[in-house]
């Protein structure tokens, strides 16, 4: 069902992205580290389930956000590599005690080092980690560094919607030095087109069999953009509620979800309020360019340090509030430009 709101790890109820999926199998078959970058609810974790569900191989899943220290993800990273190392043995170790069905009598071999077990192991196994730029902040790019190392039969697939930090952990921007020089896959999931978007919803209304004026969805597609999230939830109110009503309570929910990222954001910036004036000159005034952000701060009276402009526009990519596109910035997601108009 295109309007189930939960991460999609049926190929079936997963729209478009086509190419991405392919890209991604295509790549497990070459590469040690695959990156999925896309931002907020564009539906990274769905082309990871969808993936991690279609191929038949042994795969373990993380999302780092289950953790709050360093103690916590140590301890998540060894029992997942446990439960790996398990799967892989009952993929390629079993040994058939007896066949006398239907009872079947299957054993381990006695228990070896799980690292030991995936590191021999003939069968390529799926490593998935979820908001995995939570690993920088845990200082764990080394064990990634490590794994991709020493452990060729494995492939890691990693998602995470601030894109600038992900990229840290690989390397750019000045970031980790752990993962430098080696190949890995990247992808980026985008936002649907209009015309896919209004297509993904006229589908999900069919599904369900409920039929829905094209004015509103149009609507729809207007204030909530191509995001897969915010589109599904919409679809899935709208099922019960009013056009209005599905609308509105999704505008609230996005809004206020933007509102506590941005809040978050803001709370680690020394320079708060010239980074949330940035914000605010750019959702309100359409300012695009570093020298009308510049004008609008100084129009402010907040006077900042020399190379403070370009420093914040580089964060605000980092945690994927801006992009930067034909050298202009810009607020990508309308629900974050509504979020900032509205503070
Ligand atoms: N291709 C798709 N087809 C149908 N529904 C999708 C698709 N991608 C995502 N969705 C739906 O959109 C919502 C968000 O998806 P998902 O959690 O995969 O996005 P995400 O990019 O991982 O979000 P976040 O940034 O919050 O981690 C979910 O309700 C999911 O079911
Ligand atoms: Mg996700």
Not at 24 to 40: D, P, Q, S, T, Y
Not at 215 to 238: D, P, S
């Amino acid at each position: 069902m295109y309007f189930d709101t939960a991460p999609k790890t049926d190929r079936k109820d997963f729209f478009n992205y086509e190419e991405e999926f392919e890209g991604v199998v295509k790549a497990i078959r070459r590469e040690r580290l695959i990156v999925i970058k896309g931002l907020r609810r564009v539906g990274k974790s769905s082309l990871m389930g969808v993936v991690a569900n279609s191929l038949n191989r042994p795969y373990e899943w993380i999302d780092c956000r289950a953790v709050h220290s360093k103690e916590g993800m140590a301890a998540l990273l060894n029992k997942t590599m446990k439960r790996l190392a398990f799967k892989l043995s009952l993929f390629s170790r079993i040994e058939i005690k007896e066949i006398n069905l239907p009872h079947i009598a299957l054993s381990l071999k006695e228990e070896e080092d799980s690292e030991e077990v995936i590191r021999k192991s003939r069968i390529k196994a799926l490593l998935f980690i979820d908001e995995a730029q939570l690993l920088l902040s845990y200082g764990f790019d080394r064990w990634l560094a490590y794994i991709y190392d020493r452990l060729p039969s494995l492939t890691t697939i990693i998602a995470g919607s601030q894109i600038g930090l992900l990229e840290r952990l690989i390397g750019k921007n000045n970031g980790s030095k752990a993962l430098k020089g080696r190949s890995y896959y990247e992808i980026t999931l985008h936002p649907l087109s209009r015309a896919k978007a209004l297509t993904f919803l006229m589908r999900g209304f069919e599904e369900v069999g409920k039929s829905v004026p094209m004015e509103e969805l149009n609507e729809a597609v207007n204030r909530l953009g191509g995001f897969m999230g915010w589109l599904t939830l919409y679809g899935h109110k709208r099922v019960e509620k009013s056009h209005g009503e599905a609308l509105e309570e999704v505008e609230k929910l996005a809004q206020s979800i933007v509102a506590d990222e941005l809040f978050e954001f803001l709370e680690r910036q020394r320079n708060k309020k010239a980074y949330m004036e940035i914000l605010k000159g750019m959702a309100t005034y359409s300012l695009s360019t570093w020298e009308q952000i510049n004008s609008y701060l100084i129009s402010k009276k907040l006077t900042h340090s020399r190379g403070f402009l370009s420093k914040a526009l580089k964060k605000l990519k980092e945690h994927s509030f801006i992009i930067e596109k034909d050298g202009k910035y810009i607020i990508a997601d309308p629900l974050v430009r509504t979020t900032l108009k509205n503070l």
